[in-house]
């Protein structure tokens, strides 16, 4: 059984799941869309994605990756079936929570996340379980809006954030790096994608 924190975001993500791809329509046509194309496009092998949402990210991986997707949220994961059904690719779908992932070790050769380090309870569990269930030889690529180093953008982010966790139980102010290499994951590329620093893309390995 989830937490009380999990089963907030889970209830959040459930009761947006109709909306959610209109809310982020134009941030998708001018920049997320790009981002995932050019980030998921060359991959292959076994793939997990954390937190697959509505199956945005699906499209984008090649015909020789076998994917699995995990989200909390069954209402959202509907609407990744929906999406997975008109592609011929092998995607499995799952409820699962990613502080608590049901996979072996070492058992992907990627891990990927797309705008959800924000939005998970506890991101260092997360990530823990994310580096376990890893290759030796994988690698792991999260795209994430994080906490800028620029005061100004950091101050904004800070205001705006209560209104983000209300809405999407999305956390804005997040500084994801420092959660990742807490995690004992190891930074081998860290990006910055669009708005200064605050979109980022950061790929690593266990
Ligand atoms: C902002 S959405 C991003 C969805 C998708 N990755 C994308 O790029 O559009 C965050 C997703 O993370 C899921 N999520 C939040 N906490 C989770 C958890 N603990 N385990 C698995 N999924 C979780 C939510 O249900 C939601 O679908």
Not at 18 to 39: A, G, N, P, V
Not at 135 to 163: Q, R
Request: proline fraction near 2%; glycine fraction near 6%.
């Amino acid at each position: 059984m989830y937490n009380k924190n999990t089963l907030k975001v889970q209830k959040r993500y459930n009761r947006f799941s109709f909306f959610y791809d209109y809310l982020e329509y134009l941030l998708e046509k001018i920049l997320f869309t790009k981002l995932r194309k050019e980030t998921l496009g060359n991959l292959n092998g076994n793939i997990l994605e954390i937190g697959v949402g509505t199956g945005k990210n699906l499209l984008f991986y090649g015909s020789k990756t076998n994917i699995t997707g995990v989200d909390i949220s069954p209402k959202m994961l509907n609407k990744a079936r929906q999406r997975a059904g008109k592609l011929n690719k092998k995607i499995n779908l799952l409820e699962m929570d990613a502080q608590d992932l049901k996979f072996k070790d070492n058992s992907f050769d990627y891990v990927i996340g797309t705008f959800i380090l924000c939005s998970i309870p506890e991101p260092i569990k997360a990530l823990k379980e994310i580096k376990r269930v890893v290759k030796p030889t994988g690698k792991i690529i999260f795209i994430e809006h994080v906490l800028s180093k620029n005061k100004f953008i950091a101050f904004l982010e800070w205001l705006h954030n209560p209104i983000t966790v209300w809405l999407l139980g999305l956390n804005v102010n997040r500084d994801t790096r420092k959660n990742i290499l807490e995690s004992g994951i190891h930074i081998t590329r860290d990006e910055n994608l669009a708005f200064f620093d605050v979109f980022r893309r950061f790929t690593g390995v266990k």
